[in-house]
């Protein structure tokens, strides 16, 4: 069965310094998004993309955080200049053309800023 | 905001009980899906209602919506020690954007 993958799966970085987060979603999708949930707290919606540009962001997506689809395949979130509140786990997910479709997640990057 | 809010936020049941869950959110939606995850683990899908229906079986899990309520519930009958895990409401605007409640723990003690 065809799945989202997210590399790395655990990263460490020294605050102030640049992370880019990859996904691969499922080949035939066209909505990819980014959440991210803060250790015992609930998932928060960051970013959805489609047609190779942002279509809805929260405010927590300010200007130090980025998403790319660079080559037809990945999809990735990049954050400029990260912080220790940054710390977190984000997932990537996506789906099909559908709008009832689900959205299928990646088992999730941990991310943690020292 | 239109999140869904679960509750209750913590349910602790004997193995073999029924589980229920609820949500409720604020504004319109397109559909309300139903999520697991298991300790620091990923989201696992587990049921999507749409705005038109009323009720939606899978397995042991049943789901209502009530868009009058703005409101839904999960029931999980028989439950398992397997099942122990988070359990989210997420709901699904028009724009298509995803928005998750806190979720309700569930701990099934076998």
């Known amino acids: 069965e065809p799945e989202v993958t997210q590399t790395p799966s655990h990263q460490v970085t020294q605050m102030g310094q640049e992370v880019i987060l990859r996904c691969v979603p499922i080949s035939n999708h066209l909505y990819f998004y980014w959440y991210r949930q803060i250790l015992g707290q609930k998932v928060e919606f960051l970013v959805s993309?489609?047609?190779?540009?942002?279509?809805?962001k929260s405010e927590i997506f300010d200007d130090q955080f980025s998403v790319e689809r660079p080559d037809g395949s990945n999809f990735t979130l990049k954050i400029r200049s990260t912080k220790l509140e940054d710390s977190a786990m984000y997932f990537c997910?996506?789906?099909?053309?559908?709008?009832?479709?689900?959205?299928?997640f990646g088992p999730g990057t941990r991310l943690l800023v020292l | 905001s239109q999140q869904g809010e679960e509750d209750p936020q913590a349910l602790s049941i004997q193995e073999g009980e029924n589980a229920t869950m609820n949500c409720s959110y604020k504004t319109s939606i397109n559909n309300l899906q139903w999520y697991r995850q298991n300790s620091g683990r990923g989201l696992v899908h587990l049921i999507l209602i749409r705005s038109n229906e009323r009720e939606k079986h899978s397995g042991r899990l049943r789901v209502t919506l009530d868009t009058s309520k703005k409101s839904s519930s999960l029931l999980i009958t028989a439950s398992r020690a397997a099942d122990t895990a988070s359990y989210f409401c997420a709901t699904v605007r028009l724009s298509n954007d995803m928005r998750f409640g806190a979720g309700t723990r569930l701990t099934v003690k076998p």
């Open positions: 997910a996506s789906r099909g053309r559908e709008s009832q479709e689900t959205q299928y």
């Open positions: 993309f489609y047609n190779n540009e942002i279509s809805e």
